[in-house]
């Protein structure tokens, strides 16, 4: 089954504690993005990927940090998370990257920093 | 600044009660827009793309049409399943590799 997958699911952490969500992808697609979503806001890009070792910040990507060193996994790295970083976290692939496709999402990581 | 609204922000509506969702957007030039569902707690599912002014989609009971300045999806005869978070999203044809911009949603409930 085609899929993204994303660990894990919920995490509760306290501030100033590194943690890393992961996600990974069985398409084969050549791009990834990592997306928070918060009430009100939508959806917003943090950074994304158009191959491996190839990545670049989205619209929000301040206190974040991924990396691409294989093609089916993109993982989100929050060096030093913050209480204003509590929000819902979601992978997503597609194919290219260069538009035009429907991007595929994860199932979401709910993060909470105390 | 591409930007993308979406109205009404939540929808109630009685079972079978037909009705339309608005995606108004401002893209330095439509690259694509996407219509996808989102169920709480799930990922957003791909619905729709449009890409040109007068296109228009359809799927079971909802359609998908497009202007140059806004997009709507049509809902008929709604029922209970098709409650859920709809979002609507750009693409711009220079903004390459940073994908998506999202609208807000708008939060659907069909009562049965």
């Known amino acids: 089954e085609a899929q993204v997958t994303q660990n894990p699911r919920y995490l509760i952490t306290v501030t100033g504690k590194k943690l890393t969500v992961t996600c990974s992808q069985n398409?084969?697609?050549?791009?990834m993005s990592w997306y928070r979503q918060d009430p009100g806001l939508g959806l917003r890009q943090i950074y994304y990927s158009m191959n491996v070792e190839v990545t670049d910040k989205g619209d929000v990507p301040e206190g974040y940090k991924v990396s691409r060193k294989e093609k089916r996994n993109f993982p989100l790295i929050l060096e030093s998370p913050s209480p204003n970083q509590t929000s819902l976290y979601f992978c997503a692939s597609d194919p290219t990257g260069e538009g035009g496709t429907e991007a595929f999402f994860g199932q979401g990581t709910r993060l909470t920093v105390v | 600044e591409d930007q993308v609204t979406q109205s009404p922000e939540a929808l109630r509506l009685q079972e079978g009660e037909s009705s339309s969702l608005n995606c108004s957007y401002t893209?330095?030039?439509?690259?694509?827009l996407f219509w996808y569902r989102q169920d709480p707690g799930k990922g957003p599912e791909f619905l729709f793309t449009?890409?040109?002014a007068g296109e228009e989609k359809e799927k079971e009971r909802l359609k998908a049409t497009l202007t140059k300045k806004e997009s709507f999806l049509h809902i008929t005869a709604p029922k209970p399943e098709d409650s859920a978070t709809y979002l609507c999203?750009?693409?711009?044809?220079?903004?390459?590799?940073?994908?998506?911009?999202f609208g807000p949603g708008t939060r659907l409930s069909v009562l049965p």
């Open positions: 449009l890409y040109s």
């Open positions: 999203a750009v693409q711009a044809r220079d903004n390459y590799g940073q994908n998506f911009v």
């Open positions: 893209v330095s030039g439509l690259r694509g």
């Open positions: 398409m084969n697609h050549e791009y």
